[in-house]
Each structure stands twice: as C-alpha cells, then as structure tokens.
C-alpha cells in the first residue's frame, strides 16, 4: 500500500483502483499518506500558510442547490447585500492588517452585475494595488468571466460540486446542469484564471466511486486552487436531516489531492474547522497551505449560513487573524500574508 502512496508523490496520476485502494486504505498507509502530503507541502511552501480575506457580499441567490442555506427557497434566512462601499471598507481594514488577497464571495445575486463587478475591482485596485483579488461569484458567462479577468480579478474559485453527472443532478435541481458546471471551469482555466475546483464529502448518496470520479476530474483538470470541505447539513434544506460528512475522509483526500497536485492553493476550510476546532490544524499537518478568515461586517456573518453552526468567529474572522497565527505556531507554521500565486515551475 506505502508503495502506492510513493508513486501517487512520484508521479502526481493514479489510476481509478489505486485511488479506491487509497481512500479505503487502512491507518498505517493513512498516516503515511498525510505525512509524504505534509512534506511535499513544506518542500514547496516551508511551513508558510497563505491568507486570504474572505468576504461575503450578498446571500442572494437564485440557484436551488439541495445542500445550502442560501438556496432561493429558504425563506428562514434574512438576506443581505453589502454595498459597494461597505466591500471596500472591508478591503480597507483587511489592507491595514497586510492581507493582500480578497476573496469576493456570493450567491448568484443578479445584481452582481459585470459593471457592478468591474467597478469594485478598480475601486479594490485603487486602495490595495498589489493585492490579487479572487471571485467566486457561481456560474457567468464566457465573456462575462472575460471581462471580470481583464478589468483585475486573477483567480476564481468554482467548485464542480460533483463529477459525477448523476450525483450532480440528485444535489442540484434540474434548471442546473453539470455541463454548464464543467464548461464554466474549462472557460475560467482557458482565461488564464488560477481557478479553484473542489466538492464536498459525505454528501447524501455519495459513494466511494463519485469520489474517484472527483479525484480523476481534479487530476485531468489540474486545477491551481482545490476546495475541499465535509457537507455539514443546513436544516432549512432538502438535505437537513442528514449527517455531516467524516472529517477522517475529508483529511484523506486533501492528503490525496495534495500528492496529486503538489504545487496547488488548498485551503484548511472553514466547513472542517466548523465541525472540531482543531481540524484546521490537521488539515494543514494533512497538505493544507491556506486559510481564509472572514472579513465580513460582524453583524451580517451569520446570515451567510450555508450550513448550520458555521464558523464565523475567533479564528474565522479578521479579529481572530492573532488567534489563528497562535494555533498554526502550535503545529510550528506561521501565517504568510503575501498574495502567494500559484507557482507554474516545479520547485522539486
Ligand atoms: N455543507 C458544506 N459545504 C457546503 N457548501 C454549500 N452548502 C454546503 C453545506 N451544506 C459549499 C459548496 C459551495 C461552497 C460555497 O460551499 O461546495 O461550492
Ligand atoms: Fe447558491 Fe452556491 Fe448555495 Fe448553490 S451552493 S444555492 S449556487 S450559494
């Protein structure tokens, strides 16, 4: 079993059977799996942690996702839209603390229109000219993703959700299709974004053999960015009844696509930190190498519940950066503030 694990590291591929092997695997290959993850992290990173400010600027949505909080048909949760210039506060302050990569997160809010985004991204240049900024707005238009690119944003994080068509369309209503899904991924990639890709373990009907279909998506992809977090039920969902997905497995396969792909932004989620504090940190000893606190405004934090008992203070928010720095210092990693791009060379 060790053997596979040293060639999934040599080679970065496995085939569908080795990576089942792997994600059944039993817990001496486990721990050496997270360990041969941890250090070809560390060979590419040092035992640096990128930050990244998330904020969350509207919790409108139009889209019916089965798993998530934000979905148009939970009326249980008040929605909010920031305004431009309360976004541009938040760039402000997280500025003056030295982050230098925001994080635009959104529902599929049609006011988030393409001269709306374009503006705040001149206006995020003009206050924080070195900082990158990131997108993750849901799925737009080939050239509605071109013009956000041209006017500043170089990243955009969408995750697939599921490879698998069929498990796709069990999580998401019919009005949405994993073609379009995929097409959006490939037009973001073939723009020259650092896009991110990712989905959730543990959802509902989810089986081994969807997960494989997820890690052969993310080999063939290649991605630069990889977000990947346990479903945590949201009880004014479809899915509420069910139970949240294992961190065990969810640490596993970030080892997995760590080894797969060993110069990818993989963020320590704010999904497994909500589940036990100090998943945060084993996601990170398991190949992690960013975190995204929350810069929202307090008072709208917990309305971007995407699933219940999110976390969203202490380590989650600006005012946690300290905290945060002191519970990575206790693993020996420190918080890196620099935009840290994705790297195209191979430092090995
Ligand atoms: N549990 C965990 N993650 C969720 N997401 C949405 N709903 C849930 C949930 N209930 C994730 C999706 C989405 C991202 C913004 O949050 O993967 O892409
Ligand atoms: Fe909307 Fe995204 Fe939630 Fe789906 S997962 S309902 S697109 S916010």
């Given at each position: 079993?060790?053997?596979?694990?040293?060639?999934?590291?040599?080679?970065?591929?496995?085939d569908?059977?080795?990576?089942?092997?792997?994600?059944?695997?039993?817990?001496?290959?486990?721990?050496?799996?997270?360990?041969?993850?941890?250090?070809?992290?560390?060979?590419?990173?040092?035992?640096?942690?990128?930050?990244?400010?998330?904020?969350e600027?509207?919790?409108?949505?139009?889209?019916?996702c089965?798993?998530?909080?934000?979905?148009?048909?939970?009326?249980?949760?008040?929605r909010?839209r920031?305004?431009?210039?309360?976004?541009?506060?938040?760039?402000?302050?997280?500025?003056?603390?030295?982050?230098?990569?925001?994080?635009?997160?959104?529902?599929?809010?049609?006011?988030?229109?393409d001269?709306?985004?374009?503006?705040?991204?001149?206006?995020?240049?003009?206050?924080a000219?070195?900082?990158?900024?990131?997108?993750?707005?849901?799925?737009?238009s080939k050239?509605?993703?071109?013009?956000?690119?041209?006017?500043?944003?170089?990243?955009?994080?969408?995750?697939h959700?599921?490879?698998?068509?069929?498990l796709?369309?069990?999580?998401?209503?019919?009005?949405?299709?994993?073609?379009?899904?995929?097409?959006?991924?490939?037009?973001?990639?073939?723009?020259?974004?650092?896009?991110?890709?990712?989905?959730?373990?543990g959802?509902?009907?989810?089986?081994?053999?969807?997960?494989?279909?997820?890690l052969?998506?993310l080999?063939?992809?290649?991605?630069?960015?990889?977000?990947?977090g346990?479903?945590?039920?949201?009880a004014?969902?479809?899915?509420?009844?069910h139970?949240?997905?294992?961190?065990?497995?969810?640490l596993?396969?970030?080892?997995?696509?760590r080894?797969?792909?060993?110069?990818?932004?993989?963020?320590?989620t704010?999904?497994?930190?909500?589940?036990?504090?100090?998943?945060?940190?084993?996601?990170?000893?398991?190949?992690?190498?960013?975190?995204?606190?929350?810069?929202?405004?307090?008072?709208?934090?917990?309305?971007y519940?995407?699933?219940?008992?999110?976390?969203?203070?202490?380590?989650?928010?600006?005012?946690?950066?300290?905290?945060?720095?002191?519970?990575?210092?206790?693993?020996?990693?420190h918080?890196?503030?620099?935009?840290?791009?994705?790297?195209?060379?191979?430092?090995?």
């Open positions: 079993m060790r053997t596979l694990v040293d060639r999934l590291a040599t080679l970065h591929t496995l569908a059977d080795s990576y089942r092997a792997l994600l059944e695997c039993d817990s001496d290959t486990e721990s050496y799996l997270k360990e041969r993850a941890r250090n070809i992290a560390t060979e590419h990173f040092g035992h640096e942690i990128y930050v990244r400010g998330l904020i600027i509207s919790n409108y949505c139009r889209n019916n089965l798993y998530c909080g934000l979905r148009r048909d939970n009326r249980n949760i008040a909010y920031l305004s431009d210039n309360e976004i541009i506060d938040c760039c402000a302050k997280g500025y003056a603390m030295g982050l230098r990569t925001f994080v635009l997160q959104s529902g599929e809010d049609s006011t988030l229109t001269s709306r985004i374009t503006n705040l991204i001149s206006r995020i240049a003009d206050i000219p070195e900082a990158a900024i990131t997108l993750s707005l849901g799925e737009r050239d509605s993703y071109t013009a956000l690119f041209n006017a500043g944003a170089s990243r955009y994080l969408l995750r959700e599921a490879a698998d068509r069929q796709y369309s069990l999580l998401h209503p019919e009005d949405m299709s994993w073609s379009n899904r995929i097409d959006c991924a490939k037009s973001l990639i073939a723009i020259g974004y650092q896009t991110g890709m990712g989905m959730m373990v959802v509902p009907q989810q089986t081994t053999d969807h997960l494989i279909e997820d052969l998506l080999q063939q992809m290649r991605p630069q960015m990889v977000g990947i346990p479903f945590i039920p949201q004014d969902t479809p899915l509420g009844y139970t949240a997905g294992p961190i065990d497995l969810t596993r396969i970030l080892a997995i696509v080894l797969m792909l060993p110069n990818a932004l993989i963020p320590a704010t999904a497994l930190a909500s589940l036990d504090a100090d998943a945060r940190n084993q996601a990170i000893l398991s190949g992690a190498n960013v975190v995204m606190p929350n810069l929202s405004p307090a008072c709208v934090r917990e309305k519940a995407i699933y219940d008992n999110k976390a969203a203070t202490a380590s989650e928010s600006a005012e946690g950066i300290a905290s945060l720095q002191q519970q990575l210092n206790t693993i020996g990693y918080l890196n503030f620099s935009r840290g791009d994705f790297q195209q060379y191979d430092r090995l």
